[in-house]
């Protein structure tokens, strides 16, 4: 079992919509947690990180960690066509990044 | 502001000639990073500096070393390219006295021809 699973979609939905954008986590000692936002040919850029489990909202997104379930989310409400990404769940341990594979999204206008 | 700086964006290199692809941060962070990225998989760990001390993950081949002459400064070298290493090299930083969340730069894309 990996320790961090993503599907990798590709996840399509229509502009306006929420999307939830999922990982599943096998590793207690897992302390922080984040999401990466991925434009193609760029690197990855830190949307949010959040450390106990809960909400925490940003704008437009929200991340969500059931740290219980071993579970995290990232919500974006009124998605728009610049949102088309792939997204990467990543959590610390040890110092180190554990990357989801990451999830490509395609809003259609 | 770009606060982690990578140069070239793109970088072109033979089959076994040298290469070497540079990062520089103004977040005066403690700890940086280089990873191999292909496309539609996960960046992966290279090798990482915290301050001076050099840590290299066990998989990483030999081709591949780094320098760190400075906070602000650090270099990948792939001593001897083959077709396999074409791929988008990311430097990222850290802060390992606060949370160490990472923050990459844009990428530098080899191709080894």
């Known amino acids: 079992q990996k320790e961090v699973e993503q599907d990798p979609g590709p996840l399509s939905v229509p502009e306006g919509a929420i999307v939830s954008l999922n990982c599943t986590y096998s590793?207690?000692?897992?302390?922080?947690f984040m999401w990466y936002r991925q434009y193609s040919r760029k690197g990855p850029e830190l949307l949010m990180y959040t450390y106990s489990s809960g909400n925490k909202e940003d704008g437009r997104f929200t991340a969500q960690v059931d740290k219980s379930s071993k579970y995290i989310s990232l919500f974006i409400r009124d998605s728009q066509p610049s949102d088309s990404a792939t997204y990467l769940c990543?959590?610390?341990?040890?110092?180190?990044?554990?990357f989801g594979k990451g999830t490509r999204l395609h809003i259609l206008p | 502001d770009a606060m982690v700086i990578q140069n070239p964006r793109y970088q072109v290199t033979q089959f076994g000639k040298p290469v070497t692809l540079s990062c520089s941060q103004t977040?005066?962070?403690?700890?940086m990073y280089w990873y191999q990225q292909k496309s539609s998989q996960a960046p992966k760990l290279l090798f990482h500096?915290?301050?001076?001390?050099?840590?290299n993950e066990a998989d990483t081949p030999d081709n591949f070393q780094s320098r760190r002459p400075n906070t602000s400064f650090c270099f990948l070298d792939i001593r001897s390219p083959g077709l396999g290493d074409a791929a988008m090299y990311l430097c990222a930083t850290g802060d390992r006295g606060t949370k160490n969340i990472q923050y990459f730069g844009a990428g530098t894309r080899l191709s080894v021809l």
């Open positions: 977040l005066n962070h403690n700890v």
């Open positions: 500096y915290y301050d001076k001390d050099f840590n």
């Open positions: 990543a959590m610390i341990r040890d110092d180190k990044i554990i």
């Open positions: 590793n207690s000692a897992f302390q922080y």
